[in-house]
Structures are given as structure tokens and as C-alpha cells.
């Protein structure tokens, strides 16, 4: 990957859909006439190039404001909606959990509707694949604890991190159009700036330039170079579906492209409303031929809506001793293909397509955070 | 210059620049520091949040046009009516303040 491409996408890295493709070609229309102003001074492209990309600033400082403008007001209406599903009789509750065996560390799991699907961030999912929630003062006690330098101001506005054998401050900011709304228990939405959403922390993690992981299940641990925390303890379980799906959410949105089915209006999300999807699901267990148990997979399929093709992303599932996976879908006989290529190609019918992913359980590398399952090594028993 | 007071200042300084027509971002970049003889060094990427963010509440309009020089489309963005009304409001608001700082200045006793 050149420094350009590489530069564009943590640019864009928050971002999705329509606003993805506006801010990356606008990005890459200053790269170009930039280097080409200093080429005009004597510089060789390289040279050029360089310094435009200095000019620039730190990409992760652009994703984090766009992540400002567009991300979160789309959060803020997700959450309108289960709200919304909260005041038709669901509850909303706030679950604790325990990092590094000492500090408790809050977090609020949107599980307002247990088992219900909801729609979030574009993808209709279980609502407990959904919103995570880290509470601000208590990640930062653990992380001192753990010699990162953590800065904040009064109002958590800003909050920066600074990890051991890292040259690179990631720096959250909260402006007031991305304040984080938090769910709590019979009050519905709160403006609370304590709160920052697990998927903004992963998202911005990956800059540091150390290896990140996330590993383990039951006790899921998060891995920055020689740091590690939880955000869990056997006290005060995490839901791992919803951390998964928190860290996961990009790195799919990434290598699935949810606009490349829309061919009329690319930039434009898929239809994922009832009216559009078989709502039918039925449980499928899929037997792996590969011996590795307790591995986490994502099962995103094509489906055949109304209109048009429409994208499932499944729970995120982890397999069990036997090699064994249980999804929901809507397909029938679903029909594994062995690339994205193949996932998205137009010439053949694509009905019934599916690809299941394997995590590799490493964040830091792009390419590196999915491996797909040949559809040689699956079946599907029912 | 303090970087928090240009950040405060951002969208005043990016709706005074565009007030008059329409530009793209580096355009608008280079048009700050040409207008102030460098006094405003933006970081640039930062600009751009600040003019998606006023996109998106109506006071600016952006659209991809051909490039004067050619090569990839450049997104320019343009004040709407509801953004020449914020500015207005903008301006008054920081020279009320500006002359509020002043007036606080206590005039240098003149010696005899």
C-alpha cells in the first residue's frame, strides 16, 4: 500500500457510505493538485508528496472530525430508535464491568431489545451485536495504571492517550455535535460526556502503530503493544458479541462494501427495512473443517430483497469444541463463495451468496483482520 | 497565533473567506494565509471537518466541479443565505467582544 492509499483510508477510516467516497475523493483531489504545486517548486514526487501528506496533519486528527460531523448525529438517531423501542415496554439496563482485575469500569450495552433486531449503523443486527458504551474517568484510571499517558480537560471533551514505545498521540475530541448519548435505565437518552462509544476507541486504537489484538471470548482481552486490559471480569461479564462487533464494525464495513450492491445510487445504503429483507430466519449450523475452536466468525450473506440485493450481516458467532457455528438467516441453502470478488460479482445470480469470515484476532493491519473460510471447509448441517 | 483561538474562531474565519464566491479547500486554506500574511497556520486537515460540519448545517453548499487545472474533480463549497445571516450574527458577536477586551484596558497613567 503506498503512503497515499494508506493515508486515505485511516483519513476515512470512521467513515462509511456516501460520506466515505465525498471525503476520500476530496482528500485526494488536495493530495494531487498539493504535490503537484510542489513539484512545480523543484521537488521530486516523493519529496512532494511527503510533504503534503505533513501538511495534512495526522490522518487519524481528519477521521476523528469527520467521526465529529457525520458518525455520531447517525448514532444519535439509531439510538432515537431504540429508544423508541424502549418506550413501547423494552428495558434499557446498565451492566458493570471490570478491567484488569481492580478497576470497575462501566459500561452501558444497548440491549433494549433482547433478541429483537434493530437497526445499527446501517446494518440491521441483534441488538445485542450493537452499542457499547466506556465509561471516560474509569478507562483512564486503568490506563495511568498501566503507564499510558492519558490527558484530558475538565468537560472529557478531549481526551488523548499516549501508549508505551509510541510516537503517536491518539487524540479523541467531542465536539458539541458528537457528545456521546448514553442509554440508561428508564431515562432514555443522556448527554453524557463521560461516555465514549467502544467502537471510537477501537477505531482510534489502530493509529498508534503498535499491533493491536483482541483475543479470547469469554474474558475478551484488548492488546496495544505491551499493554493489555479487559473490559471484562468473571464479576462483571461483558456481552462479546457487542465488544466484537464494536471492534469489528470498520474493519468489515472496510472489505464488504455495503454500496457496492446499490448499483443506481452507489453511494447510498442498501434497503435493510423489513419491506426489503425476508424477515423469515431460520437457525443454520454450519460444521468447519479446520481444527481450531473457540475462533470468532462473521457470517454476512446476500439477499434478495424487493427492490434490490441487500447485505446480512450476521451475529457475530464464536465456534465450540466440535468445529461448530450457529447463525440466523434468512437463506435458505446458503451458497459460500471463496472471495469478495465473488460475493459481489454481477454477472452470475446472486442469490443465496455467502462468506463467512474468520477473525484472525489482530486490528492493526487492515488486511490482516479477516481471513476467508474456503467454502471447501464448510457445511452446512441444517 | 493560539491555536484555541483560531479553533474557536474557525467557522467565522471559513465563512469570511467564502463570503464573496465559491472555493475549494486548499484554495480556502492558501486564501487565509494570503489574506493574513500567514498569521492563520492551519493544520489543513483540520479544515475539512470544520467545512463538512458547516455543510451539514446548512450554512455552506459543496459540489464537485473540474479542477482549474485539471486532473480529479475539486469539491467546492459555496455560503448559502442561511450561512451569510450566521455570519453576520458571527461578526457582530466577535467584535462585541473585541471591544469588550479593549474596554477593559486601563488607559497608561500619563506621567507630569
Redo the contacts between chains.
Keep these: 500500500m503506498t503512503d497515499r492509499e494508506r493515508y486515505l483510508k485511516l483519513?476515512t477510516w470512521s467513515l462509511w457510505g456516501q460520506q466515505k467516497k465525498?471525503?476520500r475523493?476530496?482528500?485526494?483531489?488536495?493530495i494531487?493538485?498539493?504535490v503537484?504545486k510542489y513539484q512545480m517548486r523543484g521537488y521530486n514526487h516523493t519529496e512532494a508528496l511527503e510533504k503534503t501528506l505533513a501538511?495534512?496533519?495526522?490522518?487519524h486528527?481528519?477521521s476523528a472530525?469527520?467521526t465529529?460531523?457525520?458518525t455520531m448525529?447517525n448514532l444519535i438517531r439509531r439510538i432515537g430508535l431504540i429508544v423508541l423501542l424502549s418506550s413501547l415496554g423494552l428495558t434499557a439496563f446498565n451492566a458493570g464491568a471490570q478491567v484488569s482485575g481492580t478497576t470497575r469500569l462501566p459500561i452501558i450495552q444497548c440491549l433494549s431489545s433482547l433478541g429483537k433486531e434493530v437497526t445499527v449503523f446501517g446494518f440491521k443486527v441483534q441488538c445485542e451485536t450493537g452499542l457499547l458504551w466506556i465509561n471516560k474517568p474509569s478507562l483512564k484510571t486503568t490506563l495511568e495504571a498501566l503507564d499510558v499517558q492519558v490527558t484530558t480537560n475538565k468537560d472529557w471533551s478531549k481526551f488523548q492517550l499516549l501508549f508505551p514505545n509510541s510516537s503517536t498521540p491518539i487524540e479523541f475530541r467531542f465536539n458539541d455535535?458528537s457528545e456521546v448519548f448514553s442509554v440508561a435505565p428508564n431515562k432514555g437518552i443522556l448527554i453524557d460526556p463521560e461516555y465514549m462509544s467502544a467502537q471510537m476507541l477501537f477505531t482510534n486504537l489502530q493509529f498508534t502503530g503498535l499491533p493491536m489484538t483482541l483475543t479470547d471470548w469469554e474474558l475478551p482481552t484488548i492488546s496495544v503493544g505491551n499493554i493489555k486490559f479487559q473490559l471484562s471480569s468473571q464479576k462483571t461479564p461483558i456481552n462479546s458479541k457487542t465488544l466484537y462487533f464494536s471492534a469489528l464494525y470498520s474493519p468489515i464495513q472496510d472489505i464488504m462494501p455495503i454500496n457496492a450492491i446499490n448499483k443506481n445510487k452507489p453511494w447510498l445504503m442498501p434497503n435493510l427495512t423489513p419491506a426489503g429483507l425476508e424477515t423469515t430466519l431460520s437457525t443454520k449450523k454450519i460444521k468447519l473443517s479446520r481444527d481450531q475452536p473457540n475462533q470468532v466468525y462473521v457470517l454476512i450473506t446476500r439477499e434478495a430483497g424487493t427492490n434490490k440485493d441487500a447485505l446480512r450481516l450476521h451475529q457475530i458467532q464464536v465456534s465450540n469444541a466440535n468445529q461448530e457455528i450457529e447463525f440466523q438467516t434468512g437463506l435458505q441453502a446458503p451458497r459460500f463463495v471463496e472471495s469478495i470478488k465473488k460475493f459481489y460479482d454481477e454477472k452470475s445470480d446472486s442469490t443465496n451468496r455467502a462468506v463467512l469470515l474468520q477473525f484472525t484476532g489482530r486490528l492493526d493491519q487492515y488486511k490482516e483482520v479477516f481471513e476467508i473460510v474456503p467454502p471447501s471447509e464448510i457445511q452446512v448441517l441444517q | 497565533m493560539d491555536a484555541n483561538l483560531l479553533k474557536g474562531n474557525l467557522d467565522l474565519i471559513l465563512l469570511t473567506i467564502l463570503e464573496h464566491g465559491e472555493m475549494y479547500g486548499l484554495e480556502i486554506i492558501e486564501e487565509a494565509n494570503q489574506r493574513t500574511n500567514g498569521y492563520f497556520e492551519f493544520k489543513e486537515g483540520s479544515v475539512y471537518p470544520a467545512l463538512h460540519r458547516l455543510t451539514v448545517q446548512g450554512y455552506l453548499e459543496a459540489n464537485f466541479k473540474p479542477s482549474p487545472r485539471g486532473g480529479m474533480p475539486s469539491r467546492y463549497y459555496t455560503i448559502t443565505d442561511h450561512g451569510k445571516k450566521n455570519l453576520i450574527q458571527k461578526q457582530a458577536e466577535f467584535d462585541q467582544f473585541s471591544q469588550a477586551v479593549k474596554g477593559l484596558r486601563l488607559e497608561p497613567k500619563t506621567q507630569s
Excluded at chain 1, 475523493?25 to 488536495?30: D, F, S, T, V, Y
Excluded at chain 1, 501538511?55 to 490522518?59: E, K
Design positions: 483519513a465525498i471525503v475523493m476530496e482528500l485526494e483531489a488536495h494531487e493538485h498539493k503537484w501538511d495534512l496533519g495526522q490522518p486528527i481528519i472530525g469527520m465529529g460531523v457525520y448525529p455535535r
